[in-house]
């Protein structure tokens, strides 16, 4: 069986939901970059190894990155998964990892990329924003999509109605993209393309406002 680990800052809400997913895949670790992170209790709770390495005891973010892989690797995880990690990456990092960590993304990428993605969603006036879990690669947000939900953005919506409406569709796609990919549905190809051993493509079409 593959085994994961996942690394959180605060939350852990998206972890908390592949803990409860009875994914098909051995979660080895929780490993957060902050001591005070809820979701550290969360998965204490539920009996999976934590570990902390906290960026504030590192003079860069070299140090950092190379004390953080090295908590990783003693896991010898098959997939690294980012939920809700904040803290930008160097390159060699992600080089490390190349191929075999994911993150999630509260926008439908390559749409705001970054932070305050929900803000700056309602500042253009999009009526659809959504979330994406994509592969990790060294231009921020910027991996290959291996999923994307999307959700219509409803007249009132302040950045908190709508950071709920997509953060309940991150808690549906996060365990089905780990899924795929422990399972061997889904795969990076040669070419950094998602690839998949489904012909059939199945989805719904969102209009926003709805049609009368
Ligand atoms: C989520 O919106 C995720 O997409 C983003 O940070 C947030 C983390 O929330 N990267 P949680 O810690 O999973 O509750």
Redesign the pocket.
Known sequence: MKKIVIL??????????LLEAKLPCRIAAVISNRADAQ?LEIARARGISTAVVSHRDFADRESFDAALAEAIDSFQPDLVV?????RILTDGFVERYAGRMI????SLLPAYAGVNTHERALQDGVKIHG?TVHFVTAKLDNGPIIIQAAVPVLPGDTPDTL?AR??HE?HRIFPQAIRWLCGGQRWLDAQGRIASNRIEQVGTTLISPGLD
Not at 8 to 17: F, T
Not at 103 to 106: G, M, R, T, V, Y
């Open positions: 959180i800052s605060s939350r852990g809400s998206n972890m908390q939901a979701g980012l939920a809700g990690f904040m993150n999630i993304h509260p979330c950071s997509v953060l991150e």
